[in-house]
């Protein structure tokens, strides 16, 4: 008889993090899965630390007490501001991102990359030593963006506003010479159709769901392995998971979102924490 299953907990600062969740899905068909949007608390990117920290912790707390196996921060402000925090905090399976500069440096034909993401991921201490570590082998050219992230939370992935703000963010690396952009920001891919629009043949870009995905399977086929590890079982393929989705902010919005970002239509469920 299988035993009962323990969910993945993924999180975000609101809809971003769907961005991860779609490889996350497609790389663990058989998981169960629970994300949160923090929507009430979104954007993060401007907001301090030691905010982001103690909604990180909430979060973490809940996804915890639903018996969650994992937790996946799929947020690159979150990680600079609250992966080293909740490692300390919880003994748990924890994978979290950053900006994909290492692969953009191997891959740049120019020399130059671009880094889109927010101030809170730009300014951070993790986003310096990545510098630090892979700048030597390409220039890194950085773009705060700020009010991208509240276009997406509002749905509008193309309209006036939303191209306005992209252009002006995306020409100035362009024409610094980039042509790999980091989307260093897990709301950005969903902007990749304009993005792509925006830069023709000149740019290619680069996003971390995928890689997330990858490394969240490998270190719970390592987690099995050991069942005294985190006590994280694996579901395999052949079963179906299913996932249950959480807002902090009104459902509604997320549950009207929800059939562009993830595929179909599923209610939400609202979050009180922390
Ligand atoms: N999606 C998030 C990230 O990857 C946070 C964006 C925000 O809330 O500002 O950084």
Redesign the pocket.
């Known amino acids: 008889m299988l035993a009962p299953s323990r969910p993945i907990g993924v999180f ?3 809809v ?2 769907l961005s991860v969740l779609r490889h996350i899905r497609a790389a663990l068909p058989g998981e169960d899965l629970l994300y949160v949007a923090d929507s009430a608390h ?6 301090s630390a030691a905010f982001i920290e103690s909604r990180a912790l909430a979060i973490a707390e809940f996804l915890v007490a639903q018996n969650a196996k994992a937790l996946v921060v ?7 501001a609250a992966i080293a925090t909740l490692r300390q905090r919880f003994d748990l399976l924890i994978v979290g ?1 950053e900006p994909a500069v290492k692969p953009a440096a191997e891959a740049t034909r120019s020399g130059v990359i671009g880094v889109l ?2 101030s ?2 730009l300014e951070s201490a993790r986003f310096a030593e990545l510098v630090q570590r892979f700048g030597s082998q390409a220039r890194v050219v950085v773009q705060p963006c700020p009010g991208l ?1 509240e276009q997406v ?1 509002a749905g509008d992935l193309s309209g006036p506003v939303t191209r306005a703000l992209l252009s002006g963010y995306v020409t100035p690396l362009l024409v610094q010479g980039a042509d790999t952009l980091v989307l ?5 891919p969903f902007l990749q159709p304009l993005l792509r629009e925006l830069a023709g043949d000149r740019a290619v870009f680069i996003e971390t769901g995928a890689a997330v995905a990858r490394q969240l399977a490998r270190r719970l086929v390592e987690a099995s392995a050991s069942p005294c590890f985190y006590g994280a079982d694996f579901r395999s393929a052949q079963q179906v998971g299913t996932v249950v989705f959480f807002s902090s902010g009104d459902p509604c919005h997320l549950e009207a979102l929800l059939p562009r970002l993830w595929g179909s239509a599923v209610p939400v469920e609202h979050l009180t924490c922390g």
């Not at 979104?42 to 907001?47: E, H, Q, R, S, T």
């Open positions: 975000d600062s609101g971003g993090g979104a954007p993060y990117g401007v907001k799929a947020c690159n402000t979150a990680t600079a991102m993401a927010t809170g991921t992230v939370e260093g920001c897990t709301h950005y």
